[in-house]
């Protein structure tokens, strides 16, 4: 019988820095489980390939764009991982794409991609809550951006909402917007081992972690060595509160009810490659939430 996993430990009171230490380890290991599992024979065979993830976004992001795209405009992608999306980005249009990413290799993944595709993406390494200072530094102070985008695992594992909120109205030329999209913060309260929706996890926020020591990653076989994570749990009223009091005006909120990836076991896949609660229980709990926020002119 394999040994259980340890349990999820609520409440662990750990400084940032030492938190994000440990958070880039583990996304470290995931680097080579993800190139490997992230299909991306596809984007090379089909040059108007996109990821899902961009393809349900480009959706929701139109109404909101000149002309309803991409077409022209300059786009920062946070926490961009080894780039799929950011190259998805590129490929819908954008002008110019710059990537944000905390993991040395994540962003060498990502830059040799792009450069494969012939994609002439830019890509800025740190800490996310200093990623103005950062593109200051690496692309000029005159660098700003008419998309702020950030999709799909992103906040959680973030402690302060606000630095971030800041970041991403400091990014923004006026009349910019922030795309944002991740999994629902009511989602994440949710006993994913249970068979039935039943909250196990906080929805709400005090400043302490939720700690994780488990080897998986959330798509391929293998298993990374660096098995613990801390999180962060922020309510909805958290996160469109940090974008108002950045100065930036919300414009647009959905609560979808599907996901880019398989939650929990019993969850089952949709065509096109995303995922739902069965039945009834499809109706009950949202699966994501999207937010659209403007820079005034």
Same mark, same amino acid.
């Given at each position: 019988m394999n040994e259980e996993l340890p349990q999820p430990v609520d409440g662990v009171d750990v400084a940032w820095?030492?938190? !994000?230490?440990?958070?880039?380890?583990?996304?470290?290991?995931?680097?080579?489980?993800?190139? +490997?599992?992230?299909?991306?024979?596809?984007?090379?065979k089909d040059p108007r390939h996109v990821s899902t993830v961009v393809r349900d976004d480009l959706e929701a992001l139109a109404p909101h764009l000149p002309g309803g795209t991409l077409d022209g405009l300059d786009v920062c992608h946070l926490q961009c991982h080894i780039?799929?999306? *950011?190259? @998805?980005?590129?490929?819908a249009g954008a002008r110019s794409v710059v990537g944000v990413d905390f993991s040395p290799a994540a962003l060498e993944?990502? @830059?040799?991609? +792009?450069?494969? &595709?012939?994609i002439a993406a830019q890509w800025v390494e740190g800490d996310v809550l200093d990623a103005r200072s950062l593109v200051d530094r690496a692309l000029g102070a005159d660098r700003a951006f008419d998309v702020v985008y950030t999709s799909i695992g992103t906040v959680g594992w973030l402690h302060d909402l606000r630095a971030w909120a800041r970041q991403v109205e400091a990014l923004l030329r006026p009349g910019g917007i922030l795309y944002f999209r991740d999994g629902h913060p009511f989602l994440f309260t949710l006993d994913e081992e249970r068979a039935e929706l039943v909250a196990r996890y906080r929805y709400f926020s005090d400043g302490l972690a939720l700690q994780w020591d488990d080897g998986a990653t959330y798509v391929g076989e293998g298993v990374v060595q660096a098995t613990r994570t801390y999180e962060w749990a922020h309510p909805i009223?958290?996160? $469109? %509160? +940090?974008?108002?009091?950045?100065?930036? *005006?919300? $414009?647009? %909120?959905?609560?979808?009810?599907? &996901?880019?990836? !398989?939650?929990?076991?019993? %969850?089952?896949?949709?065509p096109g490659g995303d995922f739902a609660w069965p039945g009834g229980d499809a109706g009950v709990m949202p699966c994501t939430l999207t937010l659209v926020a403007r820079k005034p002119n």
């Open positions: 820095n030492d938190a !994000r230490e440990t958070n880039l380890a583990n996304w470290e290991d995931r680097v080579g489980l993800h190139v +490997a599992a992230y299909g991306l024979d596809a984007y090379r780039g799929t999306d *950011t190259v @998805s980005l590129a490929r993944a990502a @830059s040799g991609f +792009a450069a494969e &595709l012939g009223s958290e996160i $469109v %509160m +940090a974008l108002l009091d950045a100065g930036l *005006t919300l $414009v647009a %909120m959905d609560e979808g009810r599907t &996901l880019p990836w !398989r939650f929990a076991e019993r %969850m089952v896949a949709l």
